[in-house]
C-alpha cells in the first residue's frame, strides 16, 4: 500500500517534462484547428451543407465505405492475427513482415500498387487499398493481445466441456475484445478520413469528406464549405468514439493475462492457420509487388525505360528532378524524427494524461491543412510557405504514433533503477543520459524509423504545404499516376516501387 | 552520524511515517523491522531523498540534508532486487558513482577491483548483469554503493528472497564488509534473527 502511495506520489512530479511537447502540439495543432472553427464555422453554412445533396452524397459514400471497409479489414485480418499469433510454421516471419509492412508505407503507395494491377478506378479499389493498409493496424494492435492469452485458460474450459466456439466466446473474446475494439475504431477513422487513396483511385466520382475538404479549401477557395465538412467529419468521428468507449476498455478479466504464450509447433490442423495466413498475404503482398512489376513492364514489355529516367534525374510532366524529390522526402523525414523522437521521450518520461498528444489521430490531415493555411498566414506568424512548417507538421502527425512506440519500453525501465542512479551520485539529467537512454536505444532507432516512414509517407497536410520546390514522394507520385501519359504513369509507379524498397528497409532494420 | 527528527511522509491524506525519530552513531548498523507494508521503504526513500518529507529533518553529522536532491546527499541505497543496471557490466556497475565524482580513471580501477575482491567476486567483473545469480547480483549491488564512499548506507531487506545457504553466507559476508568499511548503516527487514547478527542496535517501526 505504502509503495503504490509512494509510486503515485513520484509519477506525478514529473508533468514539467510536459511542457515542451504541450507548447509545441499546441502552437502546431490545436492554435490551427481551434481558429479553424473558430474564424470560419457557421451553423448557417453547415445546415447548407446537410441540405446539399451532392456534399451529403460525399459524406454518405464516406461512412458506408469506411464502415465495409472496416468490416473487410476484420474478416481478412482477425483470422490472420488468430494463425500469426497461435500458431507457428515455415514463413511465419516473413508472412508478419509484410503484413506489418503497410502501416509504414504511404497510402498514396498502396493505391498505387492496387491501380498497378486493376488498372482502373472505383469503389472496389478503394476498399481493397484500405484493407491493405488496414490489416497491419488489425495486427499489430489485436496480435500482442491474443499472443498473451493464457493456454491454461483455454485448456481449462476445454476439460469443462466448452466446445471451441464457446472457449473463444467466453474465454479468449473477454481478453481480446477491447483491443479488437480500438483496432476497429483506428480502421474506420483511417478510412473515413482516407485522403491519398481517394486522390489515386477515387477518379472523379468517388469524393469522401476528406478529399472534398481539400478541394474545397485549397481549389475552390471555399473555406467556409470547407470548415464546415471537416466540423461534420468531426462530429462523425466524435462520435465513433463515443459508441465504442466503453468497450474499448481493457475489461477486468485482461488483467489476468499471463506472459505471452509459446507458439503450436505442430497444430493438430496446420492447414487451416497456413491457408488463412497465405490469403491475407496474397491480398496484401500482390499491390506492392504490383509497383514494382509496373515500374519494369510496359505494355506487357519489360523496359527499364522508366528506371532510366529516374536515375538521369527526370521525371515527366513535373517541374522537379528526381533527386530533389528524393532529397526533400529524406530531409524532411530526418527533420521530423528530430524533432518528433525527443518530444515523445518526453512525454513518455511523464506520466500525466496522454489524451492530448492522441488528437492528432482524431482530427484529419485535412482539417489540420486548413487550419495551417489560414492560421500561419499573417505576419509574424507568416510560415505557410516556409519549408520548415512541413516536416514540423509531419513531427506533429508522427507523434501520437511514435509516443505510442516509445511507451512500452520507457514504462518498462523500473523506477528503482533511476533511484539507484541518484543514491550513487547521478543527476536526474545524468541518469537520463546514463540509464535511460542506453536502456532505450532499441526502441528510440525504431522509433525513429517510424517517425521517417510516417514523414516519408505523410500527403494529406502536405498537400496544403507543398510547393514546387518542396515536393516530397508521395505528392509527385500522386501528381504523376494523376496525369495521362504512359511514361508519366510508369514513372509514378517507380516511384512508388522505390518507396515500397526503402520504406520496408527502413523499418526492417529499425 | 545519521540523526533523524520527527520525520513524517504523507501522500495526500494518507500518512505513511508518522513522527519517526531515530540515531545511527558513525560506524554502527541500526536495524528496523516492523511487518511488510507499513512503511518502513518509504523511510528509507525519505532519508535518502527519493521521496519528500512532510515534515521532520534529516541530520548526517552537522549537515542538514532534509531539502537536499538525492543525488547530493552522499546516501547509498541497496535494494530488495539489488537494482543493478542491466545494460552494464558487473564492473561498469560499480564504476558508475565513481564516474560522476570524476575519479580519474586509474583510480576508478583500483577502486573497483578492490570492492570486486571485498565482496569475492573478481572472477566476475566482465560478466554481464542478466548472467549473474541473486546472490552475486545482491553482493554486486553493495559493492556498487560503497564505491563512492557514501557518508550513510541505507540496506532495504537486501537478504529477502535468497536461498537459505545464500542467505546465510551473505549475511555473514555483509557483517564482514560493514565491519571492515566501518559503514554508517541503516538496515530494513522483517527478519529478526538478521537484525540480531547484523545490527548493533534493533529499532522496531511503531504502528499507525
Redesign the interface.
Known amino acids: 500500500m505504502a509503495e503504490l502511495m509512494e509510486r503515485h506520489h513520484l509519477v506525478s512530479k514529473t508533468k514539467t517534462l510536459l511542457i515542451a511537447p504541450v507548447v509545441f502540439l499546441s502552437v502546431f495543432f490545436v492554435v490551427p484547428v481551434a481558429n479553424t472553427f473558430l474564424r470560419y464555422f457557421q451553423f448557417s453554412e453547415f445546415i447548407d451543407v446537410l441540405g446539399n445533396q451532392s456534399l451529403r452524397s460525399v459524406a454518405w459514400f464516406s461512412l458506408w465505405q469506411a464502415i465495409i471497409s472496416t468490416l473487410l479489414t476484420l474478416v481478412i485480418a482477425l483470422p490472420a492475427t488468430w494463425a500469426l499469433s497461435r500458431y507457428t510454421f515455415l514463413g511465419t516471419r516473413i508472412a508478419r513482415g509484410i503484413l506489418t509492412a503497410p502501416f509504414v508505407l504511404p497510402a498514396v503507395v498502396v493505391a498505387a500498387g492496387v491501380l498497378a494491377i486493376t488498372d482502373s478506378r472505383g469503389v472496389a479499389t478503394i476498399i481493397w487499398a484500405h484493407v491493405v493498409f488496414n490489416v497491419s493496424v488489425v495486427l499489430r494492435i489485436v496480435g500482442p493481445r491474443w499472443s498473451m492469452v493464457n493456454h491454461r485458460l483455454e485448456n481449462g474450459a476445454a476439460t469443462l466441456g466448452a466446445r471451441p466456439s464457446h472457449t473463444f466466446a467466453l474465454v479468449v473474446w473477454p481478453h481480446i475484445s477491447a483491443a479488437v475494439t480500438n483496432a476497429a475504431t483506428l480502421v474506420f477513422i483511417y478510412c473515413f478520413t482516407s485522403f491519398g487513396v481517394i486522390t489515386i483511385l477515387g477518379g472523379v466520382s468517388r469524393r469522401t469528406l476528406e478529399s472534398e475538404i481539400f478541394t474545397q479549401a485549397v481549389r475552390l477557395g471555399n473555406t467556409s464549405t470547407a470548415t464546415a465538412l471537416a466540423v461534420l467529419q468531426a462530429v462523425i468521428i466524435g462520435a465513433v468514439f463515443f459508441i465504442t468507449r466503453r468497450s474499448s476498455r481493457p475489461n477486468s478479466t485482461s488483467l489476468h493475462v499471463s506472459s505471452p504464450q509459446p507458439l503450436h509447433t505442430k497444430p493438430r490442423h496446420r492447414i487451416t492457420p497456413l491457408l488463412i495466413t497465405a490469403t491475407a498475404v496474397l491480398i496484401v503482398a500482390s499491390p506492392l509487388l504490383a509497383t514494382i512489376y509496373r515500374s519494369v513492364v510496359v505494355n506487357g514489355q519489360v523496359s527499364l525505360s522508366a528506371w532510366r529516367s529516374f536515375f538521369s534525374g527526370a521525371l515527366p510532366a513535373l517541374s522537379v528532378s528526381t533527386q530533389s524529390v528524393i532529397f526533400t522526402s529524406l530531409i524532411f523525414a530526418t527533420a521530423a524524427a528530430c524533432i518528433c523522437v525527443p518530444l515523445a521521450l518526453l512525454v513518455t518520461s511523464s506520466s500525466a494524461p496522454r489524451a492530448l498528444f492522441s488528437l492528432p489521430l482524431v482530427i484529419s490531415a485535412a482539417t489540420l491543412g486548413i487550419g495551417l493555411i489560414i492560421t500561419f498566414t499573417t505576419s509574424p506568424y507568416e510560415w505557410r510557405s516556409e519549408r520548415w512548417l512541413i516536416p514540423v507538421i509531419h513531427a506533429v502527425i508522427a507523434l501520437p504514433l511514435v509516443v505510442r512506440a516509445l511507451e512500452p519500453a520507457t514504462q518498462a525501465i523500473p523506477r528503482s533503477l533511476r533511484n539507484a542512479s541518484a543514491t550513487l551520485g547521478a543527476s536526474p539529467f545524468i541518469t537520463w543520459v546514463r540509464v535511460d537512454m542506453p536502456i532505450l536505444k532499441p526502441a528510440i532507432l525504431r522509433a525513429t524509423g517510424l517517425s521517417m516512414a510516417v514523414s516519408l509517407g505523410e500527403f494529406g497536410a502536405t498537400s496544403f504545404l507543398s510547393r514546387s520546390g518542396s515536393t516530397t514522394l508521395p505528392i509527385a507520385i500522386a501528381q504523376l499516376l494523376g496525369r495521362p501519359g504512359v511514361a508519366t504513369q510508369q514513372a509514378g509507379f517507380v516511384l512508388a516501387a522505390l518507396m515500397v524498397l526503402v520504406t520496408v528497409g527502413v523499418m526492417s532494420r529499425a | 552520524m545519521l540523526n533523524v527528527s520527527n520525520l513524517s511522509v504523507a ?2 491524506n ?1 500518512v ?1 511515517v508518522d513522527n519517526v525519530s531515530l540515531v545511527v552513531p558513525t560506524g554502527e548498523t541500526l536495524a528496523i523491522t516492523g511487518p511488510s ?3 518502513k ?2 523511510l528509507l ?1 525519505a532519508i ?5 518529507t512532510t515534515h521532520g529533518t534529516v541530520h548526517i553529522d552537522d549537515s542538514d540534508i532534509t531539502t537536499l ?9 541497496v ?1 530488495q ?1 539489488g ?6 557490466t558487473v564492473s561498469q556497475n560499480i564504476e ?2 565513481l564516474r ?2 570524476r575519479m580519474p580513471k586509474a583510480d576508478r580501477i583500483t577502486r573497483v577491483n578492490e570492492l570486486l575482491e571485498m565482496v569475492n567476486l573478481v572472477h566476475l567483473a566482465h560478466r554481464n548483469v542478466p548472467e549473474l545469480s541473486g546472490g552475486e547480483a545482491r553482493r554486486i ?1 553493495l559493492a ?2 560503497l ?2 564512499h ?1 557518508r550513510v548506507l ?1 540496506l532495504d531487506e537486501p537478504l529477502s528472497g535468497l536461498d537459505q545457504t545464500t542467505h546465510d553466507e551473505l549475511m555473514t559476508d555483509l557483517s564482514r564488509v560493514l565491519k571492515q568499511t566501518a559503514t554508517t548503516a541503516l538496515l530494513v527487514t522483517h527478519d529478526h534473527s538478521e537484525a540480531d547478527f547484523l545490527a548493533d542496535t534493533t529499532f522496531v517501526f511503531p504502528h499507525k
Open positions: 501522500f495526500g494518507n505513511i507494508g507499513i512503511g521503504t518509504t526513500h535518502c531523498g527519493i521521496v519528500h536532491p538525492t543525488h547530493k546527499r552522499g546516501i547509498g541505497l535494494s532486487t537494482d543493478l543496471f542491466p545494460n552494464m558508475f558513482g560522476i565524482t549491488a556498487r554503493a564505491a563512492p557514501p541505507l
